[in-house]
Structures are given as structure tokens and as C-alpha cells.
């Protein structure tokens, strides 16, 4: 059974090694991300492991297929770069993590909140400076604000509870509302009442064709003056656009973003010696109030360590039964 990894990263290669002693897999990691050009490069391969930036549109399964693979695993939970639909139609089973740590994601979620709250990215550069003047830190509490939550799935959830302790008012907006959120005290509303009503809002839902730009200029304009955004979920979900002028504006007072429409050419690279091609990304890393980390919310031991060994159990399924409870399928 060989299984080739695309995208992958030195520590991609340390946490499937170490999980890979109880499977035996012959493994193969490549720096290239996955698309039809590169799809050639898992020729023999039984399996491809792939991540949140390789595209698996129709023709690359198709690539795939020629090359006698035999089974897709994604080693996230994240599945819009996957046509489910053509993998079907193809024969190509798609298995991916579904929870690994979701806690990894909401911790780094109030990580993000709380530099932009209180303006720790410019303390620690002020200090380091020797200026130890406080104009312009001044920053305001969580504690009582309202905080509207999008997708009350795993990390949505794992995220109220943190934001619970922390003696916030809870809103939420989820086609399938969640008991456990009730109980926390949380209370689910309409989506337009939710950026009504909100001073934070933080995304925790799937990319999916219906929401592509959910946060567009229309809602940024509904939302409260000022407020503070939040998206460690799918960079597709904001329009950058839309983001930019209201951060211009003011409407917009803080944005935090782990995730970016255009991720896929820039993130997990070293390109500090290239000039940035990206005029949004360029102008979004002007604002004091925008901070922006490289798609790092799952990335923890714990998280690295589920990933891994969930990863490869899956494949084991496929293997023995021709199914796994973390299957894909285009009604997902
Ligand atoms: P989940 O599947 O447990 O929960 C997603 C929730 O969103 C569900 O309750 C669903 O009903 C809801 N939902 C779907 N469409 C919605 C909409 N239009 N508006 C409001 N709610 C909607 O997923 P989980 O594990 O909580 O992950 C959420 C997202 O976080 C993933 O889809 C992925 O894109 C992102 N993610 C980001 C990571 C990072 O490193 N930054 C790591 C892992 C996931």
C-alpha cells in the first residue's frame, strides 16, 4: 500500500511517520500541491493524501483515476476543494478528518480576538522598541459583549464555551441548531439579527456554494459600527473586497482572518524574498486593525497527532470493508 502526500511539510512527514509504525504504509511526501499537472506525480500510488489547498476538481480525479489510485484521504476536515461529485462518478472513495481538535481551532479563534481586542501584535513591537507609552493599545472587554457565532458545528461550539467563561452574551446562526449551545446559554437567532446585535463575529461554518461571500458588502453594512470580525474557517466566506472598503470606512473595526480567498498561492510558503503579487492580501496587511495568521488554527501536537493517526485508519477501512465512517459522499 503506498499512499503519496501532496503539500506536504516537514511536520506532515514527523506525525504520519510516527502514526504510520502501527499501519506499515510505504509513505511518499511531495512539497507540490495537488492539480492536474501534478496529479501525474502519484503514478503507482494505491492512495493520495491531500490538504485544504489541492484542488481535486473533475480533471484532476479524472488524472487520478489514470494513474491507478484508488482512494482519496484528506488529512483535514474542510472538503469544498473536492468535486465529491465527479470523485463518484470516477469510483473514488473520499475520506477526510472530520474532528481532530476542534478546541485547536477555537483557542487559536480567541487567540486571534483577544490581540485584536487589546493591541498585543503592537505592544510586543512598541516594547521591544523601548516605547512603553500605552496611546493606542486602549482596547475594550469581552466580558458582556455579544458575540455572534456562525455554525455552531465542533469548533463552533467548542468556541461558545471558552467565549461562555469568559461572561459574553452568545448569539448564534445555524440551519441546525445545537442543544449543547442552548444549554450554554447561547441563543440562536436569524442571521441578519446575529450581525444586528453582534460586536464580534466569528465564522465557524463549511465553505459551500451557497454562502461563497456570505460576508459581503450588504452585511458588513447591516452589521454594528465598528465591530469586530473573525474567520478561521474558509478565506471564500468574506468578500475581501467588500472587507477592505469597510475597513476604510471604519464600519469594520477589526478584522481577523486564518483563512483567505487567495490562500492557495501564498500560504504554507516562504516568500519573503519574492515581491507580493496580491494587492488584496498587500492592503489588508496595512491595517493596525487586520491581523492575519497563515491558515495555523488546527496546528497543535494534539491536532497533528489525530490527524495522522485518523488519516491513516481511515485508508485501513477503505482497505478491509471498501467504506469508512468518515466517507464522503456528495450529499455531505
Ligand atoms: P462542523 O461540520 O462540525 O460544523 C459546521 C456547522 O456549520 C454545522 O453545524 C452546520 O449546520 C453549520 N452551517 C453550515 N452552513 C451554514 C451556514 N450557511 N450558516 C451557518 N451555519 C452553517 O464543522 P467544524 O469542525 O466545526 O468546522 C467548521 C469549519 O472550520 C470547517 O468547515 C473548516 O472550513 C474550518 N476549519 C478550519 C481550520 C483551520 O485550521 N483554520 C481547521 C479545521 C476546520
Known amino acids: 500500500m503506498q499512499v503519496v502526500f501532496y503539500s506536504a511539510q516537514s511536520y506532515d512527514k514527523t506525525f504520519f511517520e510516527q502514526a504510520n509504525y502501527q499501519f506499515g504504509y510505504r509513505l511518499k511526501f511531495i512539497e507540490a500541491s495537488l492539480n492536474l499537472e501534478t496529479a501525474s506525480l502519484a503514478q503507482g500510488a494505491d492512495a493520495v493524501c491531500v490538504f485544504v489547498n489541492d484542488k481535486l476538481d473533475e480533471a484532476c480525479l479524472a488524472a487520478l483515476k489514470n ?3 484508488k482512494w482519496v484521504a484528506l488529512r483535514c476536515a474542510g472538503f469544498n476543494n473536492v468535486d465529491l461529485l465527479a470523485a463518484k462518478a470516477f469510483g473514488l472513495p473520499v475520506v477526510r478528518v472530520p474532528a481532530y481538535s476542534p478546541e485547536a481551532v477555537a483557542e487559536h ?3 486571534l480576538m483577544l490581540t485584536l481586542n487589546r493591541h498585543t501584535h503592537r505592544a510586543y513591537n512598541r516594547v521591544r522598541e523601548s516605547n512603553f507609552q500605552l ?3 486602549l482596547g475594550f472587554n469581552l466580558h458582556q459583549k455579544c458575540i455572534g457565532i ?5 469548533i463552533g ?5 471558552i467565549l461562555s467563561g469568559f461572561g459574553c452574551q452568545l448569539l448564534a446562526y445555524d440551519p441546525y441548531p445545537n442543544e449543547e449551545f442552548v444549554a450554554l446559554g447561547g441563543e440562536y437567532v436569524e442571521v441578519d439579527t446575529l450581525y444586528h446585535l453582534s460586536d464580534v463575529i466569528t465564522l465557524h461554518c463549511p465553505l459551500t456554494p451557497e454562502n461563497h461571500h456570505l460576508i459581503n458588502g450588504a452585511a458588513l453594512a447591516s452589521m454594528k459600527s465598528g465591530v469586530m470580525l473573525v474567520n478561521t474557517s474558509r478565506g471564500g466566506l468574506i468578500d475581501t473586497r467588500a472587507a477592505i472598503m469597510a475597513l476604510k470606512s471604519g464600519q469594520l473595526g477589526y478584522l481577523a482572518l486564518d483563512v483567505y480567498e487567495q490562500e492557495s498561492e501564498f500560504f504554507f510558503r516562504d516568500l519573503s524574498d519574492e515581491i507580493m503579487t496580491d494587492d488584496d492580501l498587500s492592503r489588508l496587511m496595512t491595517f493596525p486593525n487586520v491581523l492575519i495568521t497563515g491558515h495555523q488554527g488546527f496546528f497543535t501536537q494534539e491536532a497533528l497527532t489525530e490527524i495522522a493517526m485518523v488519516t491513516l485508519n481511515n485508508l485501513q477501512e477503505l482497505i478491509s ?3 469508512s465512517a468518515n466517507s464522503l459522499t456528495c450529499q455531505n
Open 135 to 137: 496611546q493606542g493599545l
Open 150 to 154: 456562525i455554525g455552531t458545528g465542533q
Open 67 to 69: 494513474e491507478g489510485v
Open 109 to 111: 479563534t480567541l487567540a
Open 157 to 161: 461550539i467548542a468556541t461558545a464555551k
Open 321 to 323: 470493508t471498501g467504506h
